[in-house]
């Protein structure tokens, strides 16, 4: 018995020692093995990839943060593309001036029987010789009027003529040599949606030469304004007070209209007059310093449908005053008369009498059907020229 438990002593020690002796340490070298493995597999995938990230990523991306930061200094200023916009500004934004009236002064604190400034506006160099564009109300009144060159030189100014009707006026400097000039586009070609840029002065010479941009929003726009109605550009292009006067332009640089209108405080709602409508008044008055129209000399109010079935008279214009030895009165319309067709056509609103009569010209005679005192009768009336009243 102890023979046998000296044996399996022995047995389990010798066995025992010789497991520890001889398969440990080779299951430990092969774990040491496998560590050293994937150790050395890693950090040489960790080199690789590193390399690999320097090469493809970290110096490409750098490249490009670099470039862009540096993208000013290395590429010259004049080199880089403009936009349709910044080429329009640059090109007629030089032939934009200021304008501004100085009307008599006679309030408290003021030189007797100088000048104060009455307002500012813009204007639009249109000829080398000198000649400028603007609104009639922006010099309306005036006793003296200045222009103020890009770059600040004010220079006196002489008004050419002016035209109340479709608020225009053409003004001129002289000894200016080698002037910026805008050039006139076609407003006929003009399409709603077209890109419109509007360059002028808002508010005076403090922002003087600023640019805004928007599309036409609509086309003859019909505004009446001093009881004259005209037909206007509408644009969304910011258009504030100092802006009249002022171009507004498309993407190629030409003047399609000149800026006139802004309704109220509303945004986004400006008014131009066409450049077609402006091009014939421009040379007129640089060559008679007014403009000719038809005239019948009177006034009058429109009856519309409500006032005729109230006062038992017919739709129509209602004469309430007739200029001495006018074409009118000529003709033997009196106060009181109602006219109720011109030319045969048959006044339905206020401007249907003003639209009629600026279809024909000086000389002309035209057909009026009038109402007197409950019956109608016809005239004859040859229409005179608005410059000579």
Known sequence: MDNQNNFSENNSWE????????????????????????????????????????????????G???NQLNSNNSVP?????????????EVVG???????????????????????????????????????VTNYHVIEDAKK??????GGK?????????????????????????LPVAKFGDSSKVRVGDTAIAIGNPLGEEFAGSVTSGIIS???????????????????????????????????GEVIGINSIKVGSAEGIGFAIPINTAKPIIEELIEKGKVSRPYLGISYEFIDQYYSNKWDVPVGVGIRNVVKNSPAE????????????????????ESTLKNTLREHKVGDEVAAKIWREGKYSEVKIKLGDSANY
């Open 218 to 252: 609509a086309l003859n726009r019909e505004i009446t304004m001093n009881g004259e109605a005209n037909k206007y550009l509408q644009t969304d292009a910011a258009i504030n007070s100092g802006n009249s006067g002022g171009a507004l332009c498309n993407t190629a």
């Open 94 to 132: 030089p032939a934009v001036v200021g304008v501004t009236n100085y009307v008599d002064s006679w309030g408290f604190g003021s030189s007797w029987g100088g000048t104060t400034e009455g307002g500012t506006g813009s204007g639009i160099i249109f000829d080398a010789e000198g000649y400028i």
């Open 15 to 62: 066995s025992g020692i010789k497991f520890v002796e001889e398969k440990k340490p080779k299951r430990i070298i092969r774990y040491l093995s496998l560590i050293l493995v994937v150790f050395f597999s890693g950090s040489i995938g960790g080199i690789l990839g590193g390399y690999y990230v320097k090469n493809n990523y970290v110096t490409e991306g750098t």
């Open 77 to 89: 200023t004049a080199d880089i593309p403009k936009t349709s916009i910044s080429e329009v500004a």
């Open 154 to 178: 004010k220079i006196d100014a002489t008004i050419v003529g002016r035209d109340e009707a479709v608020d225009l006026a053409v003004l001129k400097v002289d000894g200016i040599k080698n």
């Open 64 to 66: 490009l943060i670099n």
């Open 145 to 150: 009027v200045t222009v103020t060159l890009p």
């Open 330 to 349: 000529q003709a033997g319309i009196k106060v009181e008369d109602i006219i109720v067709t011109f030319d045969g056509t048959e006044i339905k609103d």
